[in-house]
């Protein structure tokens, strides 16, 4: 566990760092495989910068979502002085990954309207880069100590000693390299399937449908209360049935679509 590491005479935080590296890694992928399904490379670039940035608001919209009362109620924090910690209570930590993909997506697709672009055709550089940089980030999330798992024995467990976001000297499931190496065999299967189907609008219907069940079954192993339980299941479960479900939509409206040509 490394909270935090120094380079060039400066700390940061290792999440972060990883963040832009999973960043730097997405685009890398974005400018190799461009050409090899015909598409303009600086094209292909303004779509995932954008979507980035996407990522970056929809994941903290959502994350504010279940704190507006208290938020609405700290507002006057702004202007009695209290600015800083209003800003750091609920503008510099917490992120929602079911926000970040709702949010890359409508950054994606304002871009692709503006430039006149097809967002679809550029699926097959775009939606193998999502679980890329995620993976990268599960594991700034282990190395922070946040998103953890369920208390279990060693070797089974494993117990930090300087997390800044989790408990410490306690044995717990490493579900955030659980998440991490999911997401890299997801990466391998979408770039597998980028390069044969001929239908690309499949690419981000089927992304889903390999992250929602997978992120399913790994909540039951999460021990962090920012699962936020609602009734039988946490928020990402509830979050995960309705991404299959809106997945599972559009590939019927496909089908039926290529059978009514």
Same mark, same amino acid.
């Given at each position: ?22 960043? %730097? ?96 055709? %550029? ?9 890329? %940089? ?128």
């Amino acid at each position: 566990m490394l909270p935090y590491v120094t380079l060039f005479g400066h700390t940061l935080s290792t999440y972060s760092v990883l963040a832009i590296l999973g960043f %730097f890694a997405g685009l890398l992928l974005v400018v190799l495989t461009s050409p090899r399904f015909g598409l303009n490379r600086d094209d292909s670039v303004y779509l995932y910068v954008f979507s980035f940035a996407g990522v970056l608001v929809g994941a903290k919209l959502l994350s504010l979502l279940p704190l507006l009362p208290q938020m609405a109620a700290d507002l006057p924090m702004l202007w009695t002085g209290e600015w800083e910690r209003f800003v750091r209570t609920y503008l510099t930590s917490g992120m929602v990954y079911y926000g970040g993909l709702a949010g890359a997506v409508v950054g994606a697709w304002l871009t692709a309207r503006y430039f006149s672009l097809r967002l679809s055709d %550029f699926f097959p550089v775009l939606v193998p880069a999502i679980p890329l %940089f995620h993976a990268f980030g599960r594991v700034g999330c282990f190395c922070a100590g946040c998103c953890y798992g369920v208390e279990a024995p060693e070797p089974w467990g494993v117990a930090f000693t300087h997390a800044v976001a989790g408990p410490n000297g306690i044995p717990l499931l490493p579900v955030q390299l659980w998440e991490s190496g999911a997401e890299l065999v997801i990466f391998a299967i979408l770039l597998w399937y980028a390069g044969r189907t001929k239908v690309r609008e499949r690419l981000l219907p089927a992304y889903v449908l390999l992250y929602a069940p997978t992120r399913f079954v790994l909540e039951f192993f999460r021990g962090d209360p920012a699962r936020r339980l609602y009734g039988p299941l946490s928020t990402s479960q509830w979050l995960s049935l309705a991404a299959a479900a809106a997945a599972l939509w559009l590939l019927y409206r496909r089908k039926n679509h290529e059978y009514s040509k």
